[in-house]
């Protein structure tokens, strides 16, 4: 019985305007066409990018001077030298350089995933309002010609001398209030509008028409919430968790590209040094020019700041932890509101369509009575703001389950 009178009060309250574009179409503009989703995927590409720069080898030094007082040996003086220097990493380090590097991009991928859901959420709320903005403007427009019709009944009343005109007056101050209602309605559709536009990067004055299937929608939502509220939802694959596990692979990676760093690195040289010949006598190889080999190697003394960096990265693996705890458990919390409203509000709506039911059939006595004579002007003007008032109630309760199963869906990811 609960579930028919929902399903009959939303056939019945809520309106779809044919030229509408669906919520769907929407969600694959924005992912498309928002710009703080294009800049955050340009910077994970960027970011991608580091990895290929560390994985290359030191720059090659090449060096060279002029001796201004020559060197004397027993083959000639010594007029320049020319050197060039080439230092090679530990085997493996430049690939673990890169590791890091890459490591350190691949949370970005996880945030404009995360930053996508909130901005779906953000768009979902703005469309849901706004159809629910609409069903509540279609209410009051079938309030005036229900207005319409009382104020010409109360006009027949007063001509056939039964009745006072101060009732069609009140029925006229009534109508100026729906219009009232109706223009604040106008101005906040259009404020949702413009944070439709604003997440479509479109102009802020591009008209949005809501359409949605809002009675199968609310429908399933309340199907679909007590089985949820009795699971455990497994969050593990939303991307502001997925993030922290990405960011201790980082700190891992960190932890390897330590123990590559405490090992030595080497280098290989050779230096050309041009000698002139002697005047004064003319030896074996007078004035042979010298080439000289060279061989280095960078020995790592200060172990300390290694372990003091193993230390860091483990510290901050176990801070990640925490950080991901506290993240899903505000993400619980969030979906257990969420459930709680939900189900606040189907009470309500059920309580709602009783009540419409009941007046409904009320007034259409009340009516009646009135246009005999049998009833007063007061308590049928009060029966039909009541009814009016229960109607746009049980739209903004659907409205309500919407936004909270958006808010839902941002946290469960299939």
């Known amino acids: ?57 030191p720059d090659l030094e090449i ?35 890169a590791g890091v590097a890459d490591a350190r991009a691949k949370p970005l991928l996880e945030k404009v995933a995360a930053r996508q859901l909130m901005l779906i959420f953000r768009l979902e709320k703005a469309y849901f309002s706004l159809a629910g903005l609409e069903a509540r403007a279609a ?40 219009e009232r209602q109706l223009a604040e309605m106008r101005y906040l559709a259009s404020q949702e509008m413009v944070t439709i536009n604003e997440l479509l990067n479109r102009p802020a004055d591009t008209q949005v028409d809501a359409r949605l299937d809002i009675d199968g929608r609310v429908a399933e939502t309340l199907d679909f919430a007590p089985d949820l509220a009795n699971d455990d939802p497994d969050l593990s694959k939303h991307p ?9 692979e980082t700190n891992r990676a960190a932890i ?17 040094i041009a000698t002139g010949r002697r005047d004064d006598m003319n030896p074996l190889r007078n004035g042979r020019d010298v080439i000289l080999p060279r061989a280095m190697v960078r020995i790592p003394l200060s172990k300390g700041k290694f372990s003091a960096k193993r230390q860091e990265e483990e510290v901050r693996i ?27 509000a189907a009470n309500e709506l059920y309580f709602l369509g009783e009540q419409v039911r009941v007046i409904d059939a009320t007034v259409s006595i009340a009516r009646s009575e009135f246009a005999n004579g049998a009833r007063a002007f007061d308590e049928l003007l009060r029966l039909e703001n009541q009814l009016i008032g229960y109607r746009i109630k049980a739209v903004m309760a659907q409205t309500t389950i919407l936004v909270q199963r958006a808010m839902i869906d941002r946290y469960l990811i299939n």
């Not at 669906?22 to 990895?51: C, F, P, Q, T």
């Not at 002029?66 to 003086?77: D, K, Q």
């Open 1 to 57: 019985m609960r579930k028919s009178i929902i399903t009959l009060l939303l056939l019945t309250l809520l309106c779809t305007c044919v030229s509408a574009q669906s919520l769907d179409s929407l969600k694959v503009e924005l992912r498309r066409e928002n710009s703080e989703l294009r800049a955050l995927s340009l910077d994970y590409e960027a970011a991608m990018k580091i990895g290929a720069q560390q994985n290359q080898l």
């Open 63 to 97: 060096g060279g001077g002029v001796f201004v007082l020559p060197v004397e040996t027993r083959t000639g003086p010594q007029q320049f030298r020319i050197g060039a220097t080439q230092m090679l990493p530990w085997p493996g380090k430049l690939a673990a350089m």
């Open 139 to 178: 209410v009051l427009r079938e309030s005036l010609e229900l207005y319409e019709s009382l104020d010409r009944l109360a006009l027949s009343r007063v001509e056939s001398g039964k009745g006072s005109s101060v009732d069609v007056y009140r029925i006229q101050l009534e109508q100026q209030q729906v």
């Open 240 to 248: 502001g968790l997925r993030i922290y596990g990405l960011q201790q």
């Open 256 to 272: 390897e590209l330590t123990k590559l760093d405490q090992r030595p690195d080497f280098g290989a040289g050779v230096d050309y």
């Open 318 to 344: 176990l801070a990640l932890d925490a950080r991901r705890e506290a993240t899903e458990n505000e993400f619980r919390a969030e979906i257990r509101r969420a459930l709680n409203t939900i189900d606040n």
